[in-house]
């Protein structure tokens, strides 16, 4: 392949060939390398991101299975930040509960590489291969606590499931195949287009759709998240809440809107039920958690259920919607999770809800930020997530999907309930003693989350445009 042909795939490459720096500076220097890799993980991150934002129009290569376009782009970026709040998160954390070794930041930045395989994906080998490279990964880094019963339970369960979901998307994919005679999205689009698509195909369809569902959390494919959340360190669930959700539901949108707008009707009806059951699920199932971490997990659910109304719509303004969703619920997860950090007492993290007692008192910057972060959740207006819920709610209304709609909203006043149960505690609850001082990593992380849920709940249009040219680029 000639050399210019690789210039689409240049921050994955930057991305591929740091990582690999990576592991020989580690096997060299061992644990002394550990805060040297950070910061080259970082840098490679930055470095990635110029080289994404530099690029303009859309590129094809490796034979039409790997494209960058606007709608790739944003949410490369989305990840790229996601990925540097984890290691930013992990830092200190990590290091202070004796659990930090120089493999984490290789091993956050490999999957990195394979979230952006994802997002860029073109064809289903394309996919698989970004897939499963994100996906090895993330089995490591939710057991990295290896000597918490906890955390180990956590990766086995994520690994087992995974490999089962992997499973289920590979043979969705070998069926599309097997009935459309390409694995490329415009060959299968092209073919799905010629006719009503046959049965075969429709499970085909399914069992991909399958495999998705498992990746961003939803239901009935949820199992997984509530017990990973709370058995690995917290770091970890930070990064699991944030990049890879970004990754994975890139990838849903591309596949479903790319491959098959031809059979728009069929994956339209298993897109609504995942939502329907994603919201719900998502919103009851929070109302009786005392760690946070675990109620962190079913919002996660229900956040994307509530994306996934956008993508039901079928619609550019649809799509538009899940972009807006996508990086808003980014900016207030990585607060909340920055935030959860912060809850340490005598050495030790405390995750109960009821150890937030009072904060308003003892930190009333923190107090604020968590406060913001679960009215946004919330979508309370005027705040940005209430911006968030208003656009995929609008597009679902467009296209006539008026219960789904109102189910969304019915669920967002349950949902409310525990996310403004938080700020109830934090604000009249007797208060609990003080939490230590946080490292600098993790406020600034909280720092710049909570400026970007402000800035957006005040000045919104940026978002909203990049999020419309983004979504244009996929019709």
Request: with cysteine.
């Amino acid at each position: 392949m000639a050399l210019p042909a690789l210039g689409p795939a240049l921050p994955e490459i930057v991305l591929a060939i740091g990582a690999i720096a990576m592991v020989l500076i580690g096997a060299i220097r061992g644990e002394r390398s550990t805060r040297l890799l950070e910061g080259i993980a970082l840098a490679l991150f930055a470095l990635s991101l110029v080289l994404v934002l530099s690029g303009e129009g859309r590129e094809l290569t490796f034979n039409d299975g790997f494209i960058v376009d606007s709608f790739a782009r944003f949410f490369k970026v989305l990840t790229l930040f996601g990925a540097a709040a984890a290691i930013l998160l992990s830092s200190e954390t990590l290091r202070r509960d004796g659990s930090m070794r120089f493999e984490f930041p290789v091993l956050v930045v490999l999957a990195t590489v394979g979230m952006m395989m994802m997002i860029s994906a073109n064809d289903l080998i394309s996919l698989y291969v970004g897939l499963e490279l994100q996906s090895l990964a993330l089995y490591v880094v939710a057991a990295f606590d290896r000597d918490n019963a906890k955390s180990t339970e956590a990766g086995l369960k994520y690994f087992v499931l995974g490999a089962l979901s992997s499973g289920m998307l590979l043979y969705g994919g070998s069926l599309v195949y097997g009935f459309t005679g390409t694995v490329t999205y415009s060959g299968i689009a092209a073919a799905v287009s010629h006719g009503h698509p046959g049965l075969g195909l429709i499970f085909g369809i399914v069992f991909i759709a399958a495999g998705v569902a498992f990746k961003i959390s939803a239901v009935p494919f949820h199992m997984w998240t509530p017990d990973v959340y709370e058995g690995a360190p917290s770091p970890v669930a930070a990064f699991f809440a944030s990049a890879p959700k970004m990754a994975a539901m890139a990838m849903v949108v591309r596949i479903f809107v790319g491959a098959f707008p031809g059979a728009l009707h069929e994956w339209q009806q298993i897109v609504i039920f995942i939502s329907i059951a994603s919201m719900a699920l998502g919103a009851f199932a929070a109302i009786g958690q005392s760690n946070i971490k675990r109620l962190l997990a079913y919002s996660s659910i229900a956040n994307m259920g509530y994306a996934l109304v956008g993508l039901a719509a079928g619609t550019a303004g649809g799509v538009q919607g899940v972009l807006v969703y996508m990086a808003i619920y980014l900016a207030t997860t990585l607060g909340a999770f920055a935030c959860v950090l912060m809850m340490r007492r005598d050495g030790k993290g405390v995750e109960d809800i009821s150890e937030l007692a009072g904060l308003s008192r003892t930190n009333p910057w923190m107090a604020f930020a968590l406060s913001m972060m679960m009215f946004s959740l919330a979508g309370i207006p005027p705040l940005a997530g209430f911006w968030a819920k208003f656009y995929v709610f609008l597009a679902a209304i467009d296209a006539k999907l008026y219960v789904l709609a109102v189910i969304g909203v019915v669920t967002s006043v349950v949902g409310a309930y525990y996310y403004l149960r938080l700020v109830k505690v934090i604000y009249f609850d007797d208060p609990k003693p003080a939490f230590e001082k946080a490292d600098i990593g993790v406020r600034a992380v909280l720092l710049v989350s909570a400026l970007f849920v402000l800035a957006l709940s005040l000045l919104p249009a940026p978002l909203f445009n990049s999020a419309d040219a983004a979504a244009k680029s996929l019709f």
